[in-house]
């Protein structure tokens, strides 16, 4: 009896210190990434921080680039200057497409940027039955070899829920992506029910 209680403890132990490990380990990367992230922006927070003129153009570059896209709008809510945001890329399905790419970044997911990113389709739901609408960005995304994950090609991710009245830069709290579930093999609106019930529903 007393060696299947020390087996136990053992057993138990071992997930503790390898449950702190790992909130560790990803607790120094999620740093490790945000610093890299706002240091993509460096320049612009820079001149923004010096009060020098800047224009729509100099922001152009910071909204085109996917990674840099998400982060430029919020740093420019911070200094008052969304006016300076290029206009073509003050869209939903723009916002929703640079949130992708940053969670995928995460080193618990995709651990990089997608080499192509394609837009799909809305996916909505009636989540009360009383006509209030949860709305779903669904795109498509692959990346190439020597990445682990080229060699499930196309792969569905979900960007959501938005709300009718939602404007594009909303934080949307179900971006999610099963990685192990390629485009082939699962629909938009399958994907997208799947994060709406286990995401979202159960939060």
Partial sequence: ????????????LAIIVFS???????ELQNK???????????ELDDILKSGQSLSEKDVLPFAENILTR????????EYDRTDLFPKEYYTL???????????????????????????????TFDFDGQNNFLHYEVFKYRINEPHWAAKDGWTLGVVGPYFDD??????????FSRG?????????????KWVHENLVLKS
């Fill in 166 to 175: 939602s404007q594009p830069y909303d934080f949307p709290k179900a971006t």
């Fill in 180 to 192: 192990n579930c390629p485009y082939k093999n699962i629909t938009p609106e399958e994907e997208a």
């Fill in 20 to 26: 702190l490990y790992r909130f560790i380990t990803v």
């Fill in 32 to 42: 490790k990434l945000n610093t890299l992230r706002f240091f993509r922006v460096k």
């Fill in 70 to 77: 998400q982060t430029t709008y919020q740093l420019l809510v």
């Fill in 93 to 123: 399905l723009k916002a929703a497409e640079s949130n992708l790419a940053n969670w995928l970044e995460f080193p618990t997911e995709l651990d990089a940027c997608p080499d192509e990113i394609e837009y799909i389709k809305r996916v």
């Fill in 1 to 12: 009896m007393k060696i299947v209680l020390i087996i136990i403890g053992l057993m138990v």
